[in-house]
């Protein structure tokens, strides 16, 4: 009993200060949390935007739960980008995965019939500055438009303008670079898979859209 008295003597002081700055934290919280997801999903919408350059607006059709590469369960918001005549000019969601320094959270664009990738971009990312945030610059993140909507693959060395399944690694952000891949990968086919089950898209067999391989050139171009 003594040590009890003790010890609520010596710390009394550091027990009021702990709960009286978690009050405030949670207030905090409790009131910027419309702000911020708000802010996220003005972010999200700009990065599906530019992705799908010829959407006008996009139309949340669904939301789908897919396991990530360590079996945990991740909802993906899936949306329809429409034209300015109602029409589907693709299709866009998040993703997410682990990086090197934390969870890295992506916008991934696919053509109307989830056939061919037509690109992604970071919603969030904590990647090391200067090495893996790099995942966010153009050279890097247009291996990716018109890649085919399948398996891809990391290489070391390779033309990053030839369109393929080969995405060239990030020199000096290898971890970084492969949790892309990976996040991508991991997600389009379980995404593509329950789309069709839902009667969203058609479902394409093991048609190869690639044909020969070719160099990469406009945005526009590359991918509709």
Same mark, same amino acid.
Not at 93 to 103: E, H, K, L, R
């Given at each position: 009993?003594?040590?009890? &008295?003790?010890? %609520?003597?010596?710390?009394?002081?550091?027990?009021?200060?702990?709960?009286?700055?978690?009050?405030?934290?949670?207030?905090?919280?409790?009131?910027?949390?419309?702000? %911020?997801?708000?802010?996220?999903?003005?972010?999200?919408?700009?990065?599906?935007?530019?992705?799908?350059?010829?959407?006008? =607006?996009?139309?949340?059709?669904?939301?789908?739960? %897919?396991? +990530?590469?360590?079996?945990?369960?991740?909802? +993906?918001?899936?949306? &329809?980008?429409?034209?300015?005549?109602?029409?589907?000019?693709?299709?866009?969601?998040?993703? =997410?995965?682990?990086?090197?320094?934390?969870? %890295?959270?992506?916008?991934?664009?696919?053509?109307?019939?989830?056939? &061919?990738?037509?690109?992604?971009?970071?919603?969030? =990312?904590?990647?090391?500055?200067?090495?893996?945030?790099?995942?966010?610059?153009?050279?890097?993140?247009?291996?990716?438009?018109?890649?085919?909507?399948?398996?891809?693959?990391?290489?070391?060395?390779?033309?990053?303008?030839?369109?393929?399944?080969?995405?060239?690694?990030?020199?000096?952000?290898?971890?970084?670079?492969?949790?892309?891949?990976?996040?991508?990968?991991? =997600?389009?086919?379980?995404?593509?898979?329950?789309?069709?089950?839902?009667?969203?898209?058609?479902?394409?067999?093991?048609?190869?859209?690639?044909?020969?391989?070719?160099?990469?050139?406009?945005?526009?171009?590359?991918?509709?």
């Amino acid at each position: 009993m003594f040590k009890i &008295k003790h010890f %609520i003597r010596q710390s009394w002081l550091l027990i009021i200060s702990s709960f009286c700055f978690g009050l405030l934290i949670a207030i905090a919280n409790a009131a910027w949390s419309p702000r %911020i997801e708000q802010n996220k999903i003005d972010k999200l919408n700009c990065l599906m935007g530019g992705l799908l350059t010829k959407a006008e =607006s996009f139309e949340h059709t669904a939301e789908l739960e %897919i396991e +990530s590469a360590r079996g945990k369960k991740i909802k +993906s918001n899936i949306y &329809k980008a429409l034209s300015d005549r109602g029409r589907c000019v693709g299709w866009a969601f998040n993703a =997410s995965g682990p990086g090197f320094a934390d969870q %890295i959270e992506l916008v991934i664009a696919v053509d109307k019939d989830f056939q &061919k990738i037509a690109g992604f971009d970071c919603l969030a =990312s904590n990647e090391t500055p200067g090495f893996g945030d790099r995942i966010k610059l153009p050279y890097y993140r247009s291996q990716f438009v018109a890649a085919p909507a399948g398996k891809l693959t990391l290489v070391k060395t390779g033309d990053t303008e030839k369109i393929d399944s080969e995405i060239v690694v990030i020199s000096g952000a290898t971890v970084s670079s492969e949790a892309v891949v990976k996040i991508i990968n991991n =997600s389009l086919t379980q995404i593509k898979d329950q789309m069709q089950n839902k009667g969203l898209i058609v479902s394409s067999g093991n048609q190869d859209i690639r044909g020969a391989p070719a160099k990469r050139g406009p945005k526009s171009e590359a991918w509709e």
